[in-house]
């Protein structure tokens, strides 16, 4: 197991999580800063990215999306590669781990049961209005994350929220740190510029610069962020038990809205889970914005997808997608019970094979 | 324990649940039914039944309801009883049993994270179009059992939805069960012409006669049923650990459909539990019916409320609401849990004198 999960700082959390019970949450959410041209692979075309977190899910609970007829994909020069939803079902379905999934606000809503925190879309962050109600979503957060984890031994959040690395990038430049070339993206070549400067322009436009939100979260999220952010920090504020953060650089601007937001909360217990695919990225540094934070630790698993004969998971090591849909923390679970990574990898692959 | 659980069947599954961990979920729904004059007690005014169910949950979740400045009552001639949601609460915190809210189809929403199974309230089943949806509910149902089911010992599921019994008494009609005169109701008066005249309205409005839909339940609700029975019955279909059906004469109803749409179900992981209020009910007999469905097994807590010196919980044994919220089902779960009667009745009598 130590060689498909590497570890940034300390592990010894894992001591706490293995065999352990665990619940999985995927909040989905969408904004309209998805929309802007080249900003996200999340979805095959912008129009699609409405669709993309609800068909995510949809895959993971019926095995199709039902929201649309095709499959999320990420398409970036007539090469595609699959949603990381096939990862995240092949481990949790390996590992016998619930699935729940919540609502922070997404377009297009699934076609399943799922827990409402948040019904409005998130903005585009270009106008500085992005999410009305940040504190209502994250103390609505805060009810759940306290009642699921009276059920479980660890809670794993992951999210599926297209464009969700400018809106972090946002809400990271708004608090202060320095972010700027160092968020992922979903596709091979990273749009820092425009992220960067659609993060500028939504500052300028709610009147504040970088820096000025330091210890208002909920301003920050309110003027350049999404509504998952706060949905997710809530959740984990909340909870009683360790808490998972199953993704990428997006979840460091989670760690920062719930270091101001919940000053109390103890980050021994709290640990960020990707995949190598974000961990190792050149264009990106999710190590580098998260110490800046706190001391979370970072874990990043590896699935191995070199070995693969299914030409979608091969173009993961191109760059195509790297995370989402909290694949790199399901992953990390499932190895937590026992399930090899092999036999995750070969579930991966033969759920390709069934859906695509 | 013995002395304050009545049973009416085998305790067998009791040993089954002793001392461990269980999950309440809350499901709530609206109908049209409700607002028919007289039919309900379930808020002070028929208006007002549209708020009951959101504003129990709300009760529960933040101490107070949210959704609008009184708080639910039922009202006869001048003396007032409060909801039956103040006993779940006290029994819930005394056991630390977590809470989870599902929305069957509530007219105004609670304001809390809840699970969303169906949007839209049901209609007035005089017009024999209750339920739209009825097999897409029970199927969201189960997806959420199962899903709920991995994380806990035992579920119990309650219900709050105004003029239930009513919509209960149609299903059971339409299904060929001798139901009339013998379902609960929240006033000491037990309306039950008015009750079999709107359900006699209603079958024939859809074009049946009672007994005509013994195989099709999903046909039922959609006549003459309302949105809560499927949502139940999915959930307990879809559980793979023992469900607590935690309700009165409604949960028979939810028996009713369980053993036809699921037929595989096994009634042995499956129990009612109720109040006193509810089993010794002279204008009513759950017993009568549920014994003309399955061998389920009847538990009825009683909260000595003649020892109370509040008189909302006297005006209990008057025959006022008598059980809601699933009062009867998170008694039960707070005595296998080790907490003593005496201490869960005090704990109902403050936060009367808290909330009232």
Do not use: W
């Amino acid at each position: 197991m130590k060689e498909t999960i590497k570890h940034y700082g300390s592990a010894e959390i894992l001591t706490k999580l293995k065999n352990r019970n665990s619940l999985f949450i995927c909040v989905i959410a969408s904004t309209r800063t998805a929309k802007i041209p080249g900003i996200t692979g999340a979805g095959a075309t912008a129009e699609l990215t409405d669709y993309t977190p609800a068909a995510d899910v949809e895959l993971i609970v019926h095995g199709e999306p039902q929201c649309l007829l095709e499959i999320p994909q990420t398409v970036i020069g007539g090469e595609s590669a699959p949603t990381p939803a096939v990862i995240t079902k092949a481990a949790l379905e390996l590992s016998d781990i619930p699935f729940l999934v919540a609502d922070a606000g997404a377009a297009v809503k699934p076609n399943l049961p799922y827990i409402k925190i948040n019904d409005e879309p998130g903005g585009d962050i270009k106008h500085g209005k992005a999410v009305l109600n940040p504190e209502e979503i994250f103390n609505k957060g805060k009810i759940l994350g306290e009642n699921l984890s009276k059920i479980t031994d660890y809670l794993i959040i992951g999210e599926s929220t297209p464009a969700g690395t400018t809106t972090a990038l946002g809400v990271l430049t708004a608090m202060g740190y320095d972010a700027g070339h160092k968020v992922s993206g979903s596709m091979p070549e990273n749009p820092h510029e425009l992220k960067e400067r659609v993060v500028r322009e939504g500052l300028k436009a709610a009147g504040f610069k970088p820096g000025d939100l330091v210890t208002d979260p909920f301003k920050a999220v309110e003027a350049v962020g999404d509504p998952m952010i706060p949905a997710v920090a809530g959740i984990a504020a909340g909870s009683r038990v360790p808490v998972i953060l199953a993704g990428g650089t997006q979840m460091t601007a989670v760690c920062a809205v719930i270091k101001e937001a919940a000053p109390e909360f103890d980050f021994d217990e709290l640990a960020i889970a990707t995949t190598i695919f974000v961990a190792e990225d050149e264009t990106s540094d999710i190590n580098y914005i998260s110490t800046q934070i706190s001391d979370t630790t970072i874990f990043a698993v590896d699935p191995c997808f070199e070995k693969s004969e299914i030409t979608g998971l091969k173009n993961y090591l191109n760059g195509s997608v790297k995370e989402g849909v909290g694949a790199g923390g399901a992953m990390m679970a499932a190895l937590l019970k026992g399930v090899s990574i092999d036999d995750l990898r070969k579930r991966t692959e033969d759920l390709c094979r069934e859906i695509f």
